[in-house]
């Protein structure tokens, strides 16, 4: 038998009231309860797609780097021939993905292949045992 939880009459009320505030609202009055609910959430730190609708400008787009296109990246010129070489061979066998956010604020391309965010993100020989 499924137990069911007993609903208090006053919010079943509560929420009937609420909902009839809404039922005949003319356009006019639709356009200003979106525009508080965008600042209701722009002051409660929440993210919304109305934050695009309100003028600013859209945040970058993600992409996402794999085998396939990684040696597309810049950064990743800086790297010699053996280094590029030895990522692709290991994402054959360990598949990896990482993306523009990571490669350009986490990555310090001064202290590749050292640096912290590089060893987590990219693949490399060391990862491998000497027989694969």
């Given amino acids: 038998m499924v137990e069911q939880w007993p609903l208090e009459p006053q919010d079943i009320a509560g929420d009937i009231g609420e909902l009839k505030n809404y039922i005949d609202l003319k356009p006019h009055e639709l356009s200003k309860i979106r525009k508080m609910h965008r600042l209701q959430e722009r002051d409660a730190g929440c993210p919304s797609p109305s934050r695009i609708d ?20 810049p950064q990743v010129q800086r790297l010699s021939d053996e280094q590029r070489f030895a990522i692709e061979v290991v994402a054959q066998v360990l598949p990896f993905k990482t993306n523009n956010y990571v490669v350009e604020q986490l990555i310090d391309w001064d202290h590749v292949p050292s640096d912290p965010m590089f060893m987590l993100n990219f693949p490399r020989r060391e990862m491998l045992l000497p027989h694969h």
């Avoid at 859209?58 to 794999?66: F, K, L």
């Fill in 54 to 73: 309100d003028g600013s400008e859209a945040p970058p787009r993600c992409r996402a780097y794999t085998v396939s296109n990684f040696r597309e990246l």
